[in-house]
């Protein structure tokens, strides 16, 4: 019974201490976050995330509703209907609405000599320039990654007969 009190009065102990660490943790992400610029990063990758949905959305309505042969009545049905889609999109996606979930994601992935780690170096000169020239990298790189598949695409178009051929042979009586 005294061994069972002992290890209550650890845990409760204990307890206190895991939450101080939790609290030093997240202060410690919290601090990585405005080293990273992740307030603004996030908010031009959600302003590039709604140009897009609303380019996609524009290009899939069907041609006799497209706003050159829209009435007022459905111009202004349509413009209400975009500024709710874009609303509810920018609140949920917003740096304000995600910054909980991604500060749980990184304070559970990195340890706290890590997040002390990382900070120090997006603090440094060449951490605020590969923040800075990311774009550019990400950039370029999705343009070698497009040049690959176009590339490859008579391949995969090649590959997907193939397998369309076999299927078909395959599901042939004998």
Known sequence: MKKWIAV?????????????DDASK??????????MHMDRIMGQMMDQMTGFMKQ????????S?????????????YDEFIGKLMKLSTDSMSWKALEPEYTKV?????????????????K?????????????????????????LVEIQPK??????QYVQQMKDYSTPR
């Open 56 to 63: 996609q959305f524009q290009q899939s309505i069907n041609d």
């Open 124 to 148: 440094s000169p060449a951490g605020q320039a590969m923040l800075t020239k990311m774009p550019q990298v990400t950039a370029a790189s999705l343009k070698i990654a497009q040049g690959r």
């Open 65 to 77: 509703t497209r706003s050159s042969a829209m009435s007022d009545g459905q111009k202004k049905l």
């Open 8 to 20: 209550l009065l650890m845990m409760i102990a204990v307890a206190p201490m895991a939450r101080a």
């Open 106 to 122: 990184y304070a559970d992935t990195y340890t706290e000599d890590e997040i002390d780690a990382i900070t120090v170096f997006y």
């Open 26 to 35: 997240t202060a410690k992400v919290h601090e990585l976050f405005v080293a």
């Open 156 to 161: 995969i178009k090649e590959l997907s007969d």
